[in-house]
T-cell receptor
Framework: AQSVTQPDIHITVSEGASLELRCNYS??????LFWYVQSPGQGLQLLLK??????LVQGIKGFEAEFKRSQSSFNLRKPSVHWSDAAEYFC?????????????FGGGTRVLVKP | NAGVMQNPRHLVRRRGQEARLRCSPM?????VYWYRQLPEEGLKFMVY????????ESGMPKERFSAEFPKEGPSILRIQQVVRGDSAAYFC?????????????FGQGTRLTVV
């Protein structure tokens, strides 16, 4: 069965500093990987996704993520954080085949941005 | 094109009552997924439906929970005889077709509180 681990429950970063959120997955086949952001009381917004091809994926809001098969990781990065990036971030892996878009989510990383 | 619409946004039920959560997928989407987010946790898959069919209900509790996606109208997640442990945010996602190389779009969720 697939699983996703986000080792950092909370991260505090200063505005303007860089941010990296870790994600490790376990999946038997080629993974389909996603990063979502959730603002308080809101739904999930897709930041970026990896299906195949270039292992460095660009997303919205200046985020990028790198797929490293050898490390089973899909870490999210942003070079310079803005106060509006304070939110909870979820990494997810998708099951292929008949399961459609059934996603397995990590536990999330809550990001706090200091002025 | 409106996004995935969930209603109500907030729902309060007393123990023992029924809760009905509705999800209208994006126009042209015939695949619906329900997820549950318990407080301070990530999202957990509950059920995957296509029009008039349940495809995967492996994440649904065995009792009290049911889901449908009729030919006409929204998808409904029904929880009978609610208990305090059912308090959570319930998210619906929709996609235009099967396959993980398609993006699933999330609604803003229904926050159920059982008192």
């Amino acid at each position: 069965a697939q699983s996703v681990t986000q080792p950092d429950i909370h991260i505090t970063v200063s505005e303007g500093a860089s941010l990296e959120l870790r994600c490790n997955y376990s999946y038997g086949a080629t993974p389909y990987l996603f990063w979502y952001v959730q603002s308080p009381g809101q739904g999930l917004q897709l930041l970026l996704k990896y299906f195949s091809g270039d292992t460095l994926v660009q997303g919205i809001k200046g985020f990028e993520a790198e797929f490293k098969r050898s490390q089973s990781s899909f870490n999210l990065r942003k070079p310079s954080v803005h106060w509006s990036d304070a939110a909870e971030y979820f990494c997810a892996v998708g099951a292929s085949g008949a399961a459609g878009n059934k996603l397995t989510f990590g536990g999330g990383t809550r990001v706090l941005v200091k002025p | 094109n409106a996004g995935v619409m969930q209603n109500p946004r907030h729902l309060v039920r007393r123990r023992g009552q029924e809760a009905r959560l509705r999800c209208s997928p994006m126009k042209g989407h015939s695949h619906v997924y329900w997820y549950r987010q318990l407080p301070e946790e990530g999202l957990k898959f509950m059920v995957y439906l296509q029009k008039e069919n349940i495809i995967d209900e492996s994440g649904m509790p065995k009792e009290r929970f049911s889901a449908e996606f009729p030919k006409e109208g929204p998808s409904i997640l029904r929880i009978q005889q609610v208990v305090r442990g059912d308090s959570a945010a319930y998210f619906c996602a929709s996609s235009p077709r099967q396959g993980t190389n398609t993006e699933a779009f999330f609604g803003q969720g229904t926050r159920l509180t059982v008192v």
